[in-house]
C-alpha cells in the first residue's frame, strides 16, 4: 500500500484520471466479495450453500457501517501511540469536502476510504471459510462486527497508517499480505481451535458440491484482485501500478503450475479444486510483495507459494484441526510466505530502493518483513480465539448438532440452495435431501 501521508515540494491537484482509475479499482475489490462467496459456497457440501455465501455478504453490510462510523477513523486517523489512529472529524465521514485531497496524492479523500472499506469488507470474509456447516449466523455476524473494530482497524493502521509501527519500521506490504491474508488466517486458526471441528471430521466425505462455481468464483476473485494489487498504489503516475498488474498475472499463473505439479506428483492427477486453489495462493503471496519484485522474481514467489501451500493444505489431517476451506493453508501460509520472500526478491526498483538479499541488499529487510508478519499472525490469534470464547460463552458460536447434520442452510436461513420440485419424476427433492454427488477432489484427501 502506498504510504498514507507522503510529503511533496508542490502540491498535488486532483486528477481525474487517477480518481477515476481508484473508483474502478473500488469496485474490482467490491467484486472480491461475492467471488470469495461463489468459490467458498462452490467447495462445501450441497446443505451449506447458502450459509457460506452469506457469511461473506454480511460483511459487506455490517462492515461498511463501521467503517464510515469509526472505522476509517481508527485505521487513518492521527496516530496514537504507534497502535491506533483517531480523527473525530472523520466520524461519520463528516466535514469532508468533495474535492478534500489524501494527503500527497491526487485523488479525494473519499475516494481513499471508500477504496480501503472494500478491503475491510473482504478480509472478515476470509475468515467464513475455515468455519463452513457449523457456526450460527447471529454468532458470525457478531465476530464479524467485533473482530473488524478490535483487529482489522488497529493492524490496518499499524501496517498502512501514517505513525503505526510497522509502517514506521519500513516493512513493505504493498496490498495486503500481512493486514489482510496473515490477519486472516491467523484469526481463522483461532477461531477454529475454539469452536473445534466438524461432525464427521477425517469419516465422512466433505467434498466440494459444485467445481463450477469454485471456478466462477477463483476467476472473479483473479479479475478483481487487479484492483486490490494495482490500486493500491493511489494512481498511474509513475509505473509501479504497472508493475504490480504484470506481477499479480504471473505470480498467479506460476502458481498454478506449481500447485498443479505437485498435486500430479502427490496424487496423480490435476485437479479443477487444486487449479483455483493454486491461483489464491499466487495472488495471496504476490499481494505484499508485487511492488518490489520483477516479473522473474514474481514467477519464483508464484511456484513458491502454489507448491507449498498445496504441501499446507494437508497439515490439519496431521495436526487435528479443521479449516473447513484451508484458509490457514492459503492465506495464512500464502501470505507469510508473499511477505517474507520480499526479504529475498526485492530488486530496489520498484517501490522503493529496498533491496533482499539476491539483490544486495543483505537480510535487513528480511527482518523487518519477519517482525510485520509474526507481530500480525499473534496479535490476531490471540485476540480472535478470545472473541470466539467470549462468544461461544455467551450466546454459543456453533448450531446444535441435529441442526449442523441436517444442514445448516434450512436451520439459519430456511431455504435450499437448490431446489428440484419442478425437475418431474416423482416426489419433490431439495437440495437437502438429496445432495449431488460431485467428482471427488484430491486437494481434500488427508
Known amino acids: 500500500m502506498a504510504p498514507a501521508i507522503t510529503l511533496a515540494a508542490d502540491a498535488p491537484t486532483l486528477s481525474a484520471a487517477n480518481t477515476g482509475f481508484m473508483l474502478i479499482c473500488s469496485a474490482l475489490v467490491m467484486l472480491m466479495t461475492p467471488g470469495l462467496a461463489f468459490f467458498y459456497g462452490g467447495m462445501v457440501r450441497v446443505k451449506s450453500t447458502l450459509n457460506m455465501l452469506m457469511m461473506s455478504f454480511i460483511s459487506l453490510g455490517i462492515v461498511t457501517v463501521l467503517w464510515v462510523l469509526y472505522g476509517f477513523s ?21 466535514d469532508i469536502g468533495l474535492t478534500e485531497l489524501w494527503d500527497g496524492y491526487t485523488i479525494p479523500v473519499f475516494v481513499f476510504l471508500v477504496f480501503q472499506l472494500m478491503f475491510a469488507v473482504l478480509t472478515p470474509a476470509l475468515i467464513s471459510g475455515a468455519l463452513a456447516d457449523r457456526v450460527k449466523f447471529t454468532a458470525w455476524a457478531l465476530f464479524v462486527a467485533l473482530w473488524a473494530t478490535v483487529v482489522y482497524f488497529p493492524v490496518a493502521h499499524w501496517v498502512w497508517g501514517a505513525g503505526g509501527w510497522a509502517f514506521e ?7 495486503g499480505g500481512t493486514a489482510v491474508h496473515i490477519n486472516a488466517g491467523a484469526a481463522a486458526l483461532g477461531v477454529i481451535l475454539v469452536i473445534g471441528k466438524r461432525i464427521g471430521f477425517k469419516k465422512d466425505p466433505m467434498r466440494p458440491h459444485s467445481l463450477p462455481l469454485v471456478m466462477l468464483g477463483a476467476a472473479l476473485l483473479w479479475f478483481g484482485w487487479f484492483g486490490f494489487n494495482a490500486g493500491s ?13 504484470v506481477n499479480t498475472q504471473v505470480a498467479t499463473g506460476a502458481a498454478v503450475l506449481g500447485w498443479l505439479a505437485y498435486e500430479k506428483i502427490r496424487h496423480g492427477a490435476f485437479t479443477t479444486l487444486g487449479a483455483a486453489s493454486g491461483a489464491v495462493s499466487g495472488l495471496v503471496a504476490i499481494t505484499p510483495a508485487g511492488g518490489a519484485v520483477s516479473p522473474l522474481g514474481a514467477i ?4 513458491i507459494a502454489g507448491v507449498l501451500c498445496a504441501m499446507a493444505v494437508g497439515l490439519k489431517y496431521k495436526l487435528g484441526y479443521d479449516d473447513s476451506l484451508d484458509v490457514v493453508g492459503v492465506h495464512l501460509v500464502g501470505g507469510i510466505l508473499g511477505s517474507l520472500l520480499i526479504g529475498f526478491f526485492a530488486t530496489g526498483k520498484g517501490q522503493s530502493d529496498v533491496a533482499g538479499l539476491f539483490y544486495g541488499g543483505g537480510l535487513d529487510q528480511f527482518w523487518k518483513q519477519c517482525a510485520g508478519v509474526f507481530g500480525v499472525l499473534a496479535y490476531s490469534l490471540v485476540v480472535s480465539a478470545v472473541l470466539a470464547l467470549l462468544l461461544d ?6 448450531v446444535s448438532e441435529d441442526d449442523e447434520v441436517a444442514g445448516i442452510d434450512q436451520a439459519e436461513h430456511a431455504e435450499t440452495a437448490y431446489d428440484f420440485s419442478g425437475a418431474g419424476g416423482g416426489a419433490a427433492r431439495t437440495a437437502v435431501t438429496a445432495p449431488v454427488a460431485p467428482a471427488e477432489s484430491k486437494k481434500v484427501d488427508a
Do not use: P
Open 74 to 94: 481508527m485505521a487513518f486517523g492521527t496516530d496514537s501511540g504507534s497502535v491506533i489512529g483517531w480523527n473525530s472529524d472523520w466520524v461519520g465521514l463528516s
Open 393 to 398: 460463552k455467551t450466546i454459543g458460536m456453533r
Open 233 to 245: 498504489w493511489l494512481g498511474n503516475d509513475d509505473g509501479v501500478g504497472a508493475l504490480m498488474f
Open 169 to 175: 519500521l519500513g516493512v513493505i506490504d504493498f496490498a
Open 300 to 303: 519464483a514467489v508464484g511456484v
